[in-house]
């Protein structure tokens, strides 16, 4: 299961970002979120949803053997790993990462979307 | 964290900054946004304050549910009006007001003025004034860039003035994003009056919930039932620019200053369809579900390489059919001049119209305006422009607004349609009974969005209609019947609304099913924990409103200005579907003595003391 972006429909409102703090935290802070919406609101390109692709190849964990599938259901996760990846699909704040876990298989965020620009794939 | 947000008081002079917590009852009085804006203002407001002097405090305030899942994120700025000269206030979306929350404040104050020009830098609470020399000068959507830039992040929002707000242009706006704008009631100059350039903010607190999970669940299925009224789901494919073909099929848009009020199907090279194929796809301000903003980006032709958002229903109308031009690219191409200049599209098309009638009934003539002023001419629409924004040559009259009455001289003053010396905008309310008697009353003059009670325009069954309002009104649109009462009962919803950060898109606006009082006290009890009913929600808008009004008396507003344009009274609508329509003074009086009662306001339009004391508003 994964989160695939269609970012010709983001309309750029963060709901997703504030969704995700909420779910895993019981707070609200876009920062602490799996999911980003990368946007230049002074330009006219398209807003851009960012977030773990869930790779088969786990390169955020290629130092930490046997730890994908575990760790693959756990929010908190730390800069190191989202060093590794080579999307930039983890984000940090403090020493912290987030890392999406797909909310234990019923992404919120997907149904907070109404422009559809994210959606879920089996 | 939603009620531990703090009040930052800048003070230029000094420059001195202190935060003082939000008092939890400040809070259950005025909720947040435009309640708390208004308290703060109240404080200061005096008919001997001028709008232009350093004592003139400038506020900015977030909705008490701006930063949170609610019905949009928006925020008010207000402060005394150098546009009207009366009280000022503009509500603004984007994502500037949810930052300003996440750095943990709710409310700015800004007092006295700069020797050079500053820019106001706020992270995470802490507030810094620096340096904004090299800024001056610089277009709207510039400094923005720059701020970033120097700043390294890309996340800073940023609410700055233009050239207009620098020269002091008596209707400029503060801007954010590329079109997003505190447009009316001359904010921006009050900005620039202080040398403050810009106010740029970034947050990374975190925001506590009181019940997250049912919160949560609660929102969605609100949010969930909102997406299917046609209304929204209208909304988000072409935005307000639908609203624009119901007026001109209706007959109730401003053409040639109000001269006619529909242009037929003319009207079609304006319409949401023609916007189609320039638009560049939608945008959300922070946290709505509802993505009515949109891009667009001209390819070919005079204007090609511009890019940009917009236009807004009030821009077409204001700069397009107002002033007698129909040629949409060019319309987009001055609404986004107006956005870089830092210049209120609305106010701007109302003062260039008022002189284009001028000019064809010769009360002015080229001796004063150099070019020739005719309708629809687009190129010198888009010249006013640039000399209204650089104070040069005619625009530097036209840069008075409607003080520039004085210069014109008193042949002058009835071609100008403005209300409590603020001019109306893109439409004309002959027709729609209840939108002019709004217009009449607004605290903030001609303003539509004061009230927009546009609930009868639907065709809605008396009994829905007197179930939301609490009493009779009519479902016809050219009625007087109940207008009164629904003109009380918007005033009242839309002061909680904007206290709340909500918009007006989200909430009872165009569909009786959008989110009520009810809704919002489900969501202002889950998110903070503060409980309120709903008829204690609507005891709040009265005393925002009341408070507002209060301000007005202070300034001698009374009965005598809670009215209309002349044409209005004197000249039916000469043709189109809505041809005779007129408004009767005696059918305008009964709104109005029915709007007073409703008020708690005596015959004369002033607040009984009874009712003051009933909303904790006396002395």
Known sequence: MRIKVNKDRCSGCHLCEMVCSLFHLRIINTEKS????????????????????????????????????????????????????????????????????????????????????????? | MVLERRIAFIHLNKNSVETTPISPDLRKKFLGGRGINMYLLSKCYSPDLDPLSPENPLIFGAGLLTGVLGFGSRMNISAKSPESGYLGDSNMGGDFGAELVKAGLGHLIIKGKSPKPIYILIRNGEVE?????????QDTIETQRIIRQELGDGKIQVASIGLAGENLVRFSAIRTGMKNSAGRTGMGAVMGSKNVKAVAVRGTLDITISDPKNY????????????????????????????????????FLSIRNNQLTTIGDQGYALEAEALQPLSTGMLSCFGCPAHCRHRFSIKEGKYKRTKGEGPEYASIGSLGTKLGNIDLQNIIYAAHLCNRYGLDTISTGSYIAWALELFQRGIIDREMTEIPLNWGDGEAILQLIHQISKRRGFGNILAEGAFAKKIFGEASRDYLLDIKNFPIEMTDERLPKSFALGMATSTRGACHMRSRPS?????????????????????RFSSYSGKGRMVWWHEIFNAVSDALGFCRFLTVFSSPHAPQYEQFSKLIALSTGLTFTSKELMI?????????????????????????????????????????????????????????????????????????KRLGLQG
């Open chain 1, 34 to 122: 799996a999911i980003r919406i990368r946007k230049d609101d002074l330009d006219t390109s398209l807003n851009t949803p960012m977030l773990c692709r869930q790779c088969k190849k786990m390169k955020c964990l290629n130092e930490e053997k046997g730890m994908g599938v575990q760790e693959k259901k756990r929010f908190i996760w730390n800069r190191t790993r989202a060093e590794r990846c080579p999307f930039n699909a983890l984000f940090v704040f403090g020493e912290e990462a987030f890392h999406c876990d797909l909310c234990g298989g019923d992404p919120q965020c997907v149904r907070f979307c109404t422009p559809g620009a994210i959606q879920v794939i089996k």
């Open chain 2, 455 to 475: 609930l009868d325009v639907l065709g809605l069954p008396k009994e829905v209609l007197k179930k939301i309002y609490g009493g009779p009104v009519s479902n």
């Open chain 2, 129 to 137: 004034i620096r340096d904004a020399q090299k800024l001056w000068g």
């Open chain 2, 216 to 251: 949560f669940k609660y929102y969605l299925e609100d949010i969930n039932k909102l997406m299917e009224t046609k209304w929204v789901q209208a909304l988000g494919k072409y935005g307000t620019p639908l609203l624009f073909q119901y007026a001109n099929a209706m007959g």
């Open chain 2, 540 to 612: 709040i808008g009265e005393r925002i409103y009341t408070l507002e009004r209060l301000m007005l008396v202070k300034d001698g507003i009374t009965r005598k200005d809670d009215t209309l344009p002349k044409r209005y009274f004197e000249e039916p609508v000469p043709e189109g579907p809505a041809q005779g329509e007129i408004i009767s003074r005696k059918g305008f009086n009964r709104m109005l003595d029915e709007y007073y009662r409703l008020h708690g306001w005596d015959k004369n339009g002033i607040p009984k003391m009874e009712n003051l």
